[in-house]
């Protein structure tokens, strides 16, 4: 499945008027970006270029899961919204009831990545595997070829994006037509990072997370829609080409068309310049590199 990332660039770089005079501005003032933990090391290293662009403006970032950036967005209390799934309908409707109108803006694209202790034999997983793995049916490793030991399920917790994600597109639905759900005894960890550190330590361990927190003491696993395979990683190419099948964007919501510092920040983030801090935190960027 390909998905036109790079058509979405040049789309959303036309309507925000990328690389016009908001480079050229003396900006002042603050701007508070609030939501995805997948995102808060990236939006931390876009504000800290942005502000160094623009010393007189300040941006603060901080994490708490999408749906929380998405209620502080609704609720006035942030200026863009970090996402690393889409708003759900509910959310939608809360906005219009309050007079919002949430804009959405592809501002990078994420592989999950799914990852074990290094000594763990499993080195690759099917989609169906993994289902069974977090809603709790596969509980020993060596029922998926690996150890005779017992499965640790590690998860983000549920006002997590990338929770969301996972259980949408990966755990799916049952044969009646009824979300599957994670195991109760999975561990819901706060961060990212906290995954990481978990698997780390811990070798019958697996969790999952945004691919640029993927590191040395972690190994990633492939994954395969089907016994057959392929079975794949993510990359840059796999997450771009849509080979990679737990693939998806990274967002930002605006309540509207974003005006003022919002504007300028997200012109920065689709530039050239922006993109590169993309590909420096080890994220892809919307459209491949010239």
């Not at 058509?7 to 690389?19: D, F």
């Not at 994954?223 to 693939?247: C, D, L, N, Q």
Request: aromatic fraction near 6%.
């Amino acid at each position: 499945m390909r998905y036109g990332w790079g058509r979405c660039l040049t789309a959303v770089s036309i309507a925000l008027g990328v690389g016009a005079a908001a480079a050229a501005e003396e900006l002042t003032g603050s701007l508070q970006i609030k939501g995805s933990d997948t995102m808060v090391n990236l939006a931390q290293a876009w504000a800290e270029e942005f502000m160094a662009i623009h010393p007189q403006v300040t941006v603060a970032v901080t994490g708490g899961g999408s749906g929380t950036g998405v209620a502080a967005l609704i609720g006035g209390t942030c200026d863009l919204a970090a996402t690393s799934r889409k708003m759900s309908p509910k959310e939608i409707t809360k906005a219009t009831a309050k007079g919002v109108a949430p804009k959405e803006w592809i501002a990078a694209l994420d592989g999950i990545a799914v990852v074990v202790h290094p000594s763990n034999p499993v080195k690759r997983l099917t989609i169906e595997q993994l289902a069974g793995i977090f809603t709790g049916t596969i509980r020993n490793w060596k029922d998926v070829g690996g150890d005779d030991a017992g499965i640790l399920l590690l998860s983000r917790e549920v006002n997590s994006g990338t929770h969301v994600f996972f259980k949408e597109h990966v755990l799916g639905k049952d044969a009646s037509g009824h979300d599957r759900e994670f195991s109760q005894e999975a561990l819901l960890l706060p961060s990212s990072q906290a995954i990481a550190d978990e698997v780390a330590a811990n070798a019958t361990a697996i969790g999952y997370y945004g691919m640029g927190y993927a590191n040395p003491q972690n190994a990633v696993v492939g994954v395969g829609t089907s016994a057959a395979g392929p079975f794949v990683a993510p990359s840059e190419a796999s997450v771009r080409s849509g080979a990679y099948p737990i693939a998806r964007p990274l967002l930002f919501y605006t309540r509207g068309g974003p005006e003022g510092l919002a504007k300028a920040f997200l012109d920065y983030v689709l530039s050239p310049e922006g993109q590169a801090v993309v590909r420096r935190i080890d994220f892809v960027p919307i459209a491949p590199a010239s």
